[in-house]
Structure formats: C-alpha cells, structure tokens
C-alpha cells in the first residue's frame, strides 16, 4: 500500500513548489482515492493568492490528503509522524514543516520558517488546534501559528474539514487520536464502503496585529461554517474525487 502511494509522487521530488501544485493536488486525490475517499467543496470561492496561510480543523493524517486535493502548498505536521523512509518520502513530497508540540523552545523557529514561505508566495497548511479531535468536537484555535502571518502580512484561509459516511452522519473512521496506531487508523478506513471528506471554505481573514484576535476570528469563521454545514448533506458541492 505505501508503495502503491509513493510512485506516483516521486517525480515531486525533483521539481520546485510553485510549479508542481497542480501534480501534487492529484497526487492527494490518487492517495484518497486509494482509501475510498470522495472530497467535496463548499462555502468561499477559493482565491489564487500567493502566500496564503490555510488553517483547518484537525482529526486525522488524512487531513493533508483532503486539504491539499483543494489547497496545495507546505504543510506543518508533528516531527513524530515522518521518522520511517517512507513516511519521509511522504514529507518531502508534501513540504513538511516538522514542529514538535512537546518543545516550545523550538516554536518560533518554526513560525519564522511558515513566515518566510509566506513572504516567499508560498501557501502554508496549518493545524491551530495543536492536537487532533475525534470529529465529534473541537478544540480551540492557539494563537501562534497566526503570527507568520502577521509577521508576513499575508492573508489568512479558514477552512473547515469534516468526514462523513455516504448517508451524511459524521464519521469518526479516520480519526487518529489518543493511543491509536496508525495502522488500525488506516485499516478503520479501508474497512468503509465509502468515506466522504467535506472541505468548507470560509471568508478570508486579513492577518491584522493581534494573534490571538485572529485566531479567535478564525476559529469562529471555522465553528460557524460547521454549524452552517451540519444542516447540509455531504454530497452537496462539488465533487473532486469520485
């Protein structure tokens, strides 16, 4: 299976970011389409801007996957989860920005790093939650991620990621949470007929001077579009992947 995935995004490998988004959004969608996973967009037209920090709600690894089959760009991750070969591949192909939650000493490090690819043109995903959720709740959005992009003066994109089986009730199959594997993780998933990943986008934030204002702007634009959308069914949207 990692095989399976991984061939298909060697060639990114030897090619710059800006020109390899378009390879790299169906790289994401071959590896959801492996797992029987169909991706939706609703909510804000989604704008081609350059150096655009995207922030999302966060529950699984498939995250990167559904986020960047719509938003491609440099995707800040847990260290701990691209330590093997192949999972490295996987780092390199998605522009990994490793953090470590465990050291905040290293922190701004990686802020500085999210701002310079910001000022670079560059869109960075990433998850201001800090943990990831079950799906069936939230937590709340920490303020400094958003500062790269107060530093790189550079707009924000809320977005909001939720999975559902194909009747349209919430499913918590691909969760990666507590003391899950990884492995059972990606075998809950397989285990699915279908799983359907629902990407809202919501308005653009400009970054302003207050961290915490905007992360407390986000995570708002973010619990509201859930709300909004929970009265939806999932199939409504455009279609990505089938």
């Not at 030897?14 to 790299?24: D, E, F, N, S, W």
């Not at 869109?123 to 920490?142: D, H, K, M």
């Not at 199959?173 to 279908?194: F, K, T």
Request: with cysteine; glycine share 10%; hydrophobic share 45%.
């Amino acid at each position: 299976m990692l095989a399976l995935l991984l061939v298909p995004g060697l060639p990114l490998l030897g090619m710059p970011l800006p020109g390899r988004t378009h390879v790299q959004r169906a790289y994401c969608r071959l590896v959801l389409r492996c797992f029987g996973v169909r991706i939706t967009v609703t909510g804000s037209p989604i704008r081609n801007l350059r150096g655009v920090l995207v922030v999302s709600s966060h529950m699984s690894w498939l995250d990167v996957f559904a986020i960047g089959a719509v938003l491609p760009g440099s995707f800040v991750a847990r260290a701990d989860m691209f330590t093997g070969h192949a999972t490295g591949i996987v780092a390199r192909i998605l522009k990994i920005i490793p953090i470590e939650r465990s050291s905040l000493r290293r922190l701004p490090g990686v802020v500085d790093t999210i701002a310079r690819r910001l000022r670079a043109g560059q869109t960075v995903v990433a998850f201001p939650e800090g943990t990831t959720w079950c799906g069936l709740a939230s937590g709340r959005f920490y303020p400094a991620m958003f500062q790269a992009a107060i530093d790189a003066a550079r707009p924000v994109q809320p977005v909001r990621l939720t999975y559902h089986h194909v009747d349209g009730s919430v499913s918590t199959a691909p969760a990666y949470v507590g003391e899950d594997s990884l492995m059972r993780s990606i075998g809950r998933l397989l285990a699915m007929r279908r799983t359907v990943a629902c990407v809202r986008v919501e308005s653009l934030q400009l970054p302003g001077t207050d961290r915490r204002a905007l992360a407390s702007r986000c995570q708002s634009a973010v619990q509201m579009g859930a709300s909004r959308h929970s009265a939806r069914h999932p199939g409504h949207g455009h279609a990505l992947v089938a």
